[in-house]
C-alpha cells in the first residue's frame, strides 16, 4: 500500500481524536459548585467571599436588555474573571465576557444583554476568577 493511501485511511481517526481533544478541552470541568451569591442590588454593589479573598461585584447602570452596562469586579487575589450571562432553562447564545484587568485587582467588562424572546428578564451572571464560579441571579429592567 503506498504512503498517501495509508494516510487517507487514517485522516478519518485523525479527525475524530482532534474533536475529542477539542470537546475534552472546552468541557466545563470544575472540582466544586459555583457558590451562589444573592444580590439585590447590582449598582450598589454585592460582596461574597472567595476562599478568604472578599469580592466585590457592580454595574454601572440599572441592567436593561440591548442597552450596554459596565461591569466591575474587584477581587484582589484574582489573575482572571470571566463573566457568562445566562437564563435557567434557556439557550441565550453565547454570553462570555472576558473582564479587562483595570488596576491591580480591578476588573471591567461592558456587556449587552440580548432580549429574551419569551420576555424572561431573569438572569444568572456566573463569573469565573481563576477557576471559582460565582452565581449572581438577577433580573433586568424594562
Known amino acids: 500500500m503506498s504512503a498517501p493511501r495509508h494516510l487517507l485511511r ?3 481517526l485523525v479527525l ?3 474533536i475529542g481533544v477539542v470537546v475534552w478541552l472546552n468541557a466545563d ?5 459555583p457558590v451562589s451569591v444573592a444580590c439585590h442590588d447590582l449598582v450598589a454593589g454585592c460582596v461574597a467571599r ?5 469580592v466585590r461585584v457592580r454595574v454601572d447602570a440599572p441592567v436593561k ?3 450596554p ?4 469586579v474587584e477581587a484582589a487575589s484574582a489573575r482572571r474573571v470571566e463573566a457568562r450571562f445566562s437564563m435557567e432553562g434557556m439557550d441565550m447564545g453565547f454570553n462570555l465576557y472576558v473582564l479587562r484587568d483595570e488596576a491591580p485587582g480591578v ?3 461592558r456587556v449587552t444583554l440580548p432580549v429574551c424572546v419569551s420576555g424572561s428578564r431573569n438572569w444568572l451572571m456566573t463569573l469565573e476568577l481563576d477557576g471559582t464560579r460565582l452565581v449572581l441571579p438577577f433580573v433586568t429592567e424594562l
Do not use: C, K, N
Not at 29 to 33: G, K, L, Q, V
Not at 50 to 54: L, P, Q, S
Not at 69 to 72: A, M, T
Open 29 to 33: 470541568r470544575h472540582d466544586s459548585p
Open 69 to 72: 452596562f459596565e461591569l466591575w
Open 50 to 54: 472567595v476562599a478568604g479573598h472578599e
Open 10 to 12: 487514517l485522516l478519518p
Open 65 to 67: 436588555a440591548l442597552r
Open 107 to 109: 476588573f471591567r467588562a
Open 16 to 18: 475524530i481524536a482532534l
